[in-house]
């Protein structure tokens, strides 16, 4: 059984609009939350982290962590071009992250 | 400052052969963890280490080896290459460990043929 699912992708979401992406966990006890951004051929960014339930806003980007549900998100606005990648949701759990298998966002003009 | 850098970038080599693979990981910065990705597998973990210590490992045969030295540089040793090792192999550093932000080298490319 995985321990971090994603949503399976692709998502296409017009320029401007919000991507939502979302990620449920199965360890009750995980702490750390992190999205990760990569581009094709390139390696991962970590563009967001979170450790308290609620949100985390940095720009364009909020992250939502409901501990009691073991789920966290990930929502772009004004989404851009540039937006157009791979992200990965990344759970610590022990010594190590635990990553899904990513959700691949195309943001079209 | 200074991101995490990995040496070499892009290698190939041979079933049967040894590989070394290097990280630096960013000034400060004391947990060193490896991982592979593949397509099929996604990411995943192979070991982490604090102060030279290895304080978990992922579920990869004895094969894939790893240290860490007293400037927190790391190497990880793959013997005995097959095919299915082909992969891009990533380090990440942290402060602390994976519970605080992990930040990626670049990688680096294995082919093996």
């Known amino acids: 059984q995985k321990e971090v699912e994603q949503n399976s992708g692709p998502l296409s979401v017009p320029e401007g609009a919000i991507a939502s992406l979302n990620c449920t966990y199965s360890?009750?006890?995980?702490?750390?939350f992190f999205w990760y951004r990569q581009y094709s051929g390139k390696s991962p960014e970590l563009i967001m982290f979170?450790?308290?339930?609620g949100d985390k806003e940095d720009g364009r980007f909020t992250a939502q962590l409901n501990k009691a549900s073991q789920y966290v998100s990930l929502l772009i606005r004004d989404s851009q071009p540039s937006d157009s990648a791979t992200y990965l949701c990344?759970?610590?759990?022990?010594?190590?992250?635990?990553f899904g298998a990513g959700t691949t966002v195309t943001v079209r003009a | 400052k200074a991101g995490v850098t990995q040496t070499p970038r892009y290698l190939i080599k041979t079933r049967g052969q040894q590989v070394t693979l290097s990280c630096s990981p960013i000034?400060?910065?004391?947990?060193v963890s490896w991982y592979q990705q593949t397509p099929g597998q996604g990411l995943q973990f192979l070991f982490e280490?604090?102060?030279?210590?290895?304080?978990n490992k992922g579920n990869f045969p004895g094969r894939f080896s790893g240290r860490q030295f007293s400037n927190s540089r790391s190497e990880m040793n793959v013997s005995t290459l097959e095919l299915g090792d082909s992969a891009l192999y990533l380090c990440?550093?942290?402060?602390?460990?994976?519970?605080?932000?992990?930040?990626f080298g670049p990688g680096t490319r294995l082919t093996v043929t």
């Open positions: 979170i450790y308290s339930n």
């Open positions: 280490y604090f102060s030279e210590t290895q304080r």
């Open positions: 000034s400060g910065h004391r947990s």
């Open positions: 360890d009750r006890g995980s702490q750390s």
């Open positions: 990344a759970v610590k759990d022990d010594y190590k992250l635990s």
């Open positions: 990440a550093s942290s402060s602390q460990g994976p519970g605080y932000e992990q930040y």
